[in-house]
């Protein structure tokens, strides 16, 4: 390989988090391996990971369009406990067979439901009313978690038909149910982004807006319509999070919020819009993952690791800066050789 | 006087006022003495945070790493006085946290002022690393006992009174340092050339490097200034409490900057007044400190804060949405 080969390995954001993940991953290994690479750890990582990588989905959409959405916990814990709310109150946890898949297939429905009417409820308050995305979704999360702690008294719901567990602990063909509905999700959306008209716009309306409304994008639909995703990415998320928790309850998972965000810009999508690509989301999720699983092995405390995520993004972001300093140079000495 | 009501502090004076005269309605014991030193005592801390998170929104950045920095510097300060210097007063131990903050506030500004990189992210970042240190490393136990200093200064009252039912009401000194922090801040932000260059940076970044603005000091000095705030409200905040919780502040830092920008400051950057962000703290604090009074149970004080946010941001934003509509 000649160099400039090496240099254009190393260009894309994604390229490096790919040579992160594996580096990653391969010191894990050396460091713990008898258990690093125990099947029952790659398991357990892969039921782990996907209630947050799927938040990260959510929130890589929104980044997409040069938003955020703040609320996608408050939305994930309402539709859990709503459909939390059909199992136990409808269903009962002695419901088996026919009748308890009848149910679990009804709360899913309902859940979709909640999360696309919160999805709605920002995408209008963002497209139709202008507010500003980071507050009106702080806002609505704020609402959408009230709402939860008015309607369960801040107490959790349990008490699910058995049938329920399957979503969050089940297999298909050996593969962990959670990690399934991530890589179907994951591959829905780089498809809606790269291979659709509406997957253009989004990412025309984040580089800039104002040149998206002159190129007759519809930007209120688009901007209403990425936050009805959002809003149903949060919902499944918050459907395998119950499942795996076996309950529901309103302030679950308020630590994924800001882990999303991270995950996100960690996986090169631009905050301010316009550019990101799912591979380098499931990229940053999967370092995570292994990095987190890799310290809990060797016994580093929680707070370590928050420790270390922190610094791993603030790593990346100065790594993903140098590029454009080369650039920078390129440009003053002319351009380079086979460039 | 003409009220100018497409102005953000004209709506939330109103909305404040509404609350207040419902409140006086259903409960006439709302107009007290009592509640004013409750309102004034729940936005000391958060009236420190507003204002360094206005000088943050003002240059044009957002800062959501404060709380973490203030956690820290409180813990660390009554850890190391604790060990080495259990006697000093109170003023020592707040110059400790301030430095404490300064140093922090120095690491972000670092990276934002001279890395060049986006604030939201960096401060994302240096939220968990702060946080993440502080728990791993100094501490994750809660200091029951404080430096005789700060027990001191959790002390000292301002106000003392008792009300006509016989209940006891007080405004703790703590009052008096928020007070000058905004009087600080103000004659920062309105009386001094740097004052002049952060609204210009937020303003415009580039349009400030070309008339001469030092850009990269005048964000490095905006986040160490947050940093010396944020470490103040620490250390008064651990003084009034008694007690310093590592765990406590941290998850403040996105109703604090919802305070401020429901009191009109722009995310955006360049505009935003001392003004609009204290009444929309005060907003805050009275809607969680007395919504019962106005007959809404607790349990919906997140959705009565989530409409506010709502309202407060949206009808400015649907008045300019419509202005720029007129005008094209």
């Given amino acids: 390989m000649t160099p400039s080969r090496i240099n254009g390995l190393f260009a894309s954001t994604e390229a490096r988090l790919a040579v992160i993940c594996i580096v990653v991953f391969v010191a894990m290994a050396l460091l713990s391996p008898d258990r690093f690479l125990s099947v029952q750890n790659l398991t357990s990582m892969a039921f782990q990971f996907p209630e947050f990588a799927i938040l990260a989905l959510a929130m890589t959409l929104t980044m997409l369009t040069g938003g955020i959405d703040l609320s996608v916990v408050g939305i994930a814990n309402l539709s859990a406990i709503v459909a939390a709310t059909i199992l136990t109150q409808l269903a009962g946890p002695a419901a088996t067979g026919a009748d308890a898949a009848l149910w679990l297939g009804l709360s899913m429905v309902a859940t979709m439901a909640v999360g696309l009417a919160a999805g709605l409820f920002n995408g209008i308050a963002i497209a139709v009313f202008g507010l500003p995305p980071i507050l009106a979704t702080l806002g609505s999360g704020l609402i959408f978690t009230g709402i939860a702690v008015a309607l369960t008294g801040g107490s959790a719901v349990m008490g699910f038909p058995a049938a329920a567990a399957w979503l969050g602990n089940g297999l298909i063909l050996g593969i962990p149910v959670p990690l399934v509905l991530f890589a179907v999700l994951a591959a829905g959306l780089s498809f809606i982004l790269t291979r659709t008209g509406f997957g253009l716009k989004v990412q025309m309306f984040g580089a800039n807006p104002l040149a998206a409304r002159f190129a007759a994008v519809n930007v209120t639909s688009v901007l209403i319509r990425v936050y009805l995703m959002s809003g149903m990415f949060a919902a499944i998320a918050g459907m395998v999070v119950m499942s795996r928790a076996n309950s529901a309850k309103a302030d679950y998972g308020s630590s994924y919020l800001l882990l999303a965000v991270l995950i996100a810009v960690l996986g090169g999508v631009n905050p301010y819009g316009g550019y990101g690509r799912v591979i380098g989301v499931v990229l940053a999720v999967l370092a995570m993952q292994f990095l987190s699983s890799g310290l809990n092995m060797m016994q580093v405390s929680n707070f370590a690791r928050e420790l270390i995520w922190g610094t791993l993004l603030i790593f990346v972001m100065l790594i993903n800066t140098r590029p454009n300093l080369r650039l920078w140079a390129r440009k003053r000495t002319g351009p380079a050789p086979n460039s | ?328």
């Avoid at chain 2, 003409?2 to 953000?8: E, H």
């Avoid at chain 2, 110059?95 to 404490?100: D, K, Q």
């Avoid at chain 2, 000091?217 to 940093?227: A, D, K």
């Fill in chain 2, 1 to 328: 006087m003409k009220i100018d009501f497409t102005r953000n502090e004209t709506l939330v004076a109103l909305i404040i006022l509404g609350f207040c005269v419902i409140a006086t309605i259903s409960d006439p014991g709302f107009l007290s003495m009592a509640t004013l030193t409750d309102l004034m005592r729940g936005g000391i801390v958060m009236g420190i945070f507003a204002v360094a998170a206005l000088l943050v929104l003002l240059s044009g950045g957002i800062d959501v790493s404060f709380t973490a920095v203030a956690a820290f510097a409180m813990y660390t300060t009554a850890l190391m006085l604790n060990t080495w210097a259990p006697g000093v007063p109170w003023w020592a131990a707040f110059a400790v946290a301030m430095a404490v903050g300064a140093l922090l506030g120095a690491i972000n500004g670092i990276f934002i002022a001279f890395f060049g990189l986006p604030t939201l992210i960096v401060t994302l970042g240096t939220l968990s690393v702060f946080r993440g240190f502080m728990l791993a490393f100094v501490g994750s136990k809660q200091i029951t006992t404080l430096p005789e200093g700060m027990r001191e200064f959790g002390r000292m009252m301002m106000i003392r009174g008792t009300n006509p039912d016989g209940s006891f009401y007080s405004l703790h000194w703590a009052f008096a340092a928020t007070v000058l922090v905004v009087v600080a801040t103000w004659f920062l932000l309105h009386r001094t050339m740097l004052g002049r260059s952060i609204f210009a940076v937020g303003g415009s970044e580039e349009s400030a490097r070309r008339i001469g603005v030092n850009v990269r000091g005048v964000q490095f000095f905006v986040y160490v200034y947050v940093g010396v705030l944020a470490g103040l409200a620490g250390v008064i905040h651990a003084s009034m409490a008694r007690v310093a919780n590592p765990f406590d502040l941290v998850g403040l830092e996105l109703s604090v900057i919802a305070a401020v920008v429901l009191g009109g400051a722009r995310l955006a950057g360049g505009y935003g007044t001392l003004t609009g962000t204290l009444l929309g703290v005060a907003l805050i604090v009275l809607v969680r400190n007395s919504l019962i009074v106005i007959g809404i149970p607790n349990t919906w004080q997140s959705i009565a804060v989530g409409v506010l946010i709502l309202i407060g941001t949206g009808v400015p934003a649907w008045q300019a949405k419509r202005a720029a509509a007129r005008a094209a």
